[in-house]
């Protein structure tokens, strides 16, 4: 936020692990971008883009921690009160570890964290790409 300079109706939220308290935050929003840790095979740092329909595909699990942000039940909830966002994006980032505490590892933090934001930008760009194409041609 402090690099950047965002359109109007641009929020940056660091929500932490908020679980379903994640819900009030998704009501009545068009988009929303998540950047998180994600679990997935590959290379600690290694940057992964899921959209809405990725993040929903399979059914939610069993939260077993507090890194886990219940992300798929927010989602379901605020779609089923009908005020959920048309568009999801999640960048995520695959952890070298996960550990309680606000500190990146030191083999992440250096070069990953601006790819990471990197994607963040390329996600928003896209999205305002779409916003100014015309649709059905007209």
Request: proline content about 9%.
């Amino acid at each position: 936020e402090a690099t950047y300079e965002c359109p109007d109706g641009i929020e940056f939220l660091d929500a932490g692990t908020p679980g379903l308290d994640l819900t009030p935050f998704l009501l009545g929003t068009d988009a929303v971008i998540f950047v998180d840790t994600v679990s997935s095979r590959g290379v600690p740092g290694e940057i992964r883009i899921y959209d809405r329909d990725e993040i929903l595909r399979h059914p939610p699990q069993a939260r077993t921690g507090g890194h886990d942000p219940a992300l798929k039940e927010a989602l379901l909830t605020v779609e089923a009160a009908g005020r959920g966002p048309s568009r999801v994006t999640l960048v995520g980032v695959i952890p070298e570890w996960i550990a309680t505490g606000v500190v990146l590892s030191p083999r992440l933090e250096p070069v990953r964290l601006p790819n990471a934001v990197e994607a963040v930008l390329d996600e928003g760009q896209r999205w305002q790409e779409l916003a100014l194409d015309p649709v059905d041609g007209g």
